[in-house]
């Protein structure tokens, strides 16, 4: 009885300090581990598993490049892959398309991702849609580090390989910028693009910078976008 007594006394201090503190890393801890603090005051929106859409290389099934069980969905690509059709001018991916577009108001991408180690020059999360660009954000994976395309002084994590990792994405559209968070921390604010539509895509997509790895893989869990006006 006394050792649960303890116990007990020792959760409520430690919910007592976590209440008075601002920092990232407790407002997760009180959620159960999900960033509840960026998503407050934004509304879930209910997609179904038709806007989910694959899009992977044209002549392959879908079974050799796309895994769903347990929950988590895992892409995976090779460097020498066609692309999504034989018209289409980019390269290799197998990402997916959050079919929910958007082209006002404030909209927020939620997801826990794992990449294995030895993925590197792969586009793992994007906002597409844009005026002077195809995208408004890309985060890209090199070595181990996730980046703000494939500008290496602009890393917004280190050693994301073999580790599940928690991105939220929040881009507003009249203010023209993006914040990225990792983990729950403010790792990133950049200015958006323009363009008049948008939505969100996650998976692998081969880049052509600093020497892209033979295989690509990420593994996603735990997907939600959220939106306020």
Not at 129 to 152: C, D, F, P, Q, S
Request: charge should be positive; glycine fraction near 8%; include cysteine.
């Amino acid at each position: 009885m006394a050792a649960s007594s303890t116990s007990c006394s020792l959760l409520l201090a430690a919910a007592a300090i976590c209440a008075l503190s601002s920092l990232p890393c407790c407002a997760a801890a009180v959620s159960g581990g999900r960033s509840a603090h960026l998503t407050a005051g934004f509304t879930r929106v209910k997609l179904r598993e038709s806007q989910f859409v694959v899009q992977k290389p044209y002549d392959v099934p879908l079974h050799e490049r796309y895994e769903q069980s347990g929950g988590v969905r895992r892409m995976w690509v090779f460097a020498t892959d066609k692309p999504i059709s034989a018209t289409h001018p980019g390269g290799a991916r197998t990402e997916i398309k959050v079919n929910e577009v958007y082209s006002s108001g404030v909209w927020q991408f939620e997801g826990d991702m794992f990449v294995p180690s030895g993925t590197s020059g792969a586009s793992v999360m994007q906002i597409f849609g844009a005026a002077t660009h195809a995208t408004t954000l890309m985060l890209h994976v090199y070595g181990g580090r996730l980046t703000y395309y494939h500008e290496l002084t602009k890393v917004l994590a280190d050693r994301v390989y073999d580790r599940w990792v928690r991105l939220n994405v929040v881009h507003d559209v009249a203010a023209g910028n993006v914040t990225v968070f990792v983990d729950g921390e403010r790792r990133l604010s950049a200015a958006g693009h323009g363009g008049k539509e948008h939505y969100f895509k996650f998976g692998v997509y081969k880049q052509s910078h600093h020497q892209p790895s033979r295989r690509m893989e990420s593994r996603w869990k735990n997907v939600a976008v959220y939106t306020k006006p």
